[in-house]
């Protein structure tokens, strides 16, 4: 994001929030506020294209315009109107409320939300019990004890083998950035985040050309290509980020448990030789719809692949985190 952008578009903002509400407000109908309101969202969604830096910046600019200023000319149209049209206050009431229960689950709760689950496989391949950790998407900016709690959970759970899917640290500033990755790594070595089989991360979508600073001088076994390694009885082939977004990707089955780990669920869409399928990416569809499921998947599998466990039949099992 360029320096003078986010003051830009919160200037602008603020200067039609504040118009906007001053107009409709000596106009004293419901139908000013709609335009109102109408038109700071709508300005909102054309600087957050127009100011953000890529697809998370504007996205990261438009939640402050819509549960920002949009939400501040809802509640002047709920006060404002409280009086002399009730039922159309208590309509901008309503809207305001659903906006910052939204803002409330998306900011505060659901980033820190740990999502545990414990899937059992069995499988003749493997004569002794084996536990395997999945993290992917850390996606932070922020190295804190939040994302330190995480990687220990991970540790407790005593795995012996740990598989990290890509996308670790976003932040598109080049010096913030390389601050991470050291934050990220001290806190590895800290943590001694290691498994007796190994721990192996494939690169994601988002990740820079210097992702793998993050885990040097650690027990992380990082891959830019796409390699396959014997673990006794386990094979783990571990996807180059382009592999793992290709629905044509083509790999050889395997005497041993073998692993695939992608970024991306896509290469599922392939001809894969595994027993195990493991991807991340699609952040659980992100939003989910009761009876309908993700709305973006981010991806090209079928929604119900999107998050969680899939038995893809012939012993095959897709687990997306």
């Known amino acids: 994001m360029s320096h003078g952008s986010p003051w830009l578009f919160h200037l602008s903002m603020s200067a039609l929030a504040c118009a906007a509400a001053w107009?409709?407000?000596?106009?004293?109908?419901?139908?000013?506020?709609?335009?109102?309101?109408?038109?700071?969202?709508?300005?909102?969604?054309?600087?957050?294209?127009?100011?953000?830096?890529?697809?998370?910046?504007?996205?990261?600019?438009?939640?402050?315009?819509?549960?920002?200023?949009?939400?501040?000319?809802?509640?002047?149209?709920?006060?404002?109107?409280a009086r002399s049209q009730r039922r159309s206050a208590m309509v901008f009431a309503v809207l305001l409320v659903a906006a910052e229960v939204i803002a409330a689950d998306a900011f505060?709760?659901?980033?820190?939300?740990?999502?545990?689950?414990?899937?059992?496989?069995?499988?003749?391949?493997?004569?002794?019990p084996l536990t395997i950790a999945i993290l992917a998407d850390l996606q932070t900016d922020e190295i804190g004890p939040y994302e330190r709690?995480?990687?220990?959970r991970v540790m407790a759970a005593r795995p012996d083998l740990i598989l990290l899917a890509g996308d670790y640290v976003q932040?598109?500033?080049n010096d913030r950035r390389r601050q991470l990755h050291r934050e990220l790594r001290a806190a590895l070595q800290e943590i001694g985040f290691r498994a007796p089989m190994?721990?192996?991360?494939v690169r994601g979508n988002v990740d820079s050309d210097g992702w793998r600073k993050s885990f040097e001088e650690t027990?992380?076994?990082?891959?830019?290509?796409t390699r396959s390694f014997e673990l006794g009885e386990v094979q783990l082939t571990a996807l180059a980020v382009e592999d793992s977004f290709s629905r044509e990707l083509s790999i050889a089955s395997s005497d041993r448990f073998h692993i695939v780990l992608g970024h991306c669920p896509n290469f599922a869409l392939g001809q894969i030789e595994a027993d195990l399928l493991v991807a991340g990416?699609?952040?659980g569809g992100q939003v989910r719809v009761p009876g309908?499921?993700?709305?973006?998947?981010?991806s090209r599998v079928p929604r119900g692949w999107a998050a969680g466990v899939t038995d893809l039949g012939r012993g095959q099992t897709l687990i997306v985190s």
């Open 198 to 201: 190994g721990v192996y991360a």
């Open 281 to 283: 990416h699609t952040h």
């Open 23 to 81: 107009a409709a407000r000596r106009e004293r109908r419901p139908r000013a506020w709609w335009l109102a309101a109408a038109a700071v969202g709508g300005l909102a969604v054309v600087l957050a294209a127009g100011l953000g830096d890529r697809a998370f910046g504007s996205l990261r600019l438009l939640a402050y315009g819509w549960f920002g200023y949009l939400a501040a000319v809802l509640a002047a149209a709920a006060i404002s109107l």
């Open 108 to 128: 505060l709760i659901e980033p820190h939300w740990l999502d545990v689950r414990h899937v059992r496989l069995t499988s003749s391949k493997i004569h002794q």
């Open 149 to 152: 709690s995480v990687l220990e």
């Open 171 to 173: 932040e598109f500033d």
């Open 219 to 225: 027990d992380v076994t990082t891959t830019n290509t």
């Open 292 to 298: 309908i499921g993700p709305l973006v998947t981010l």
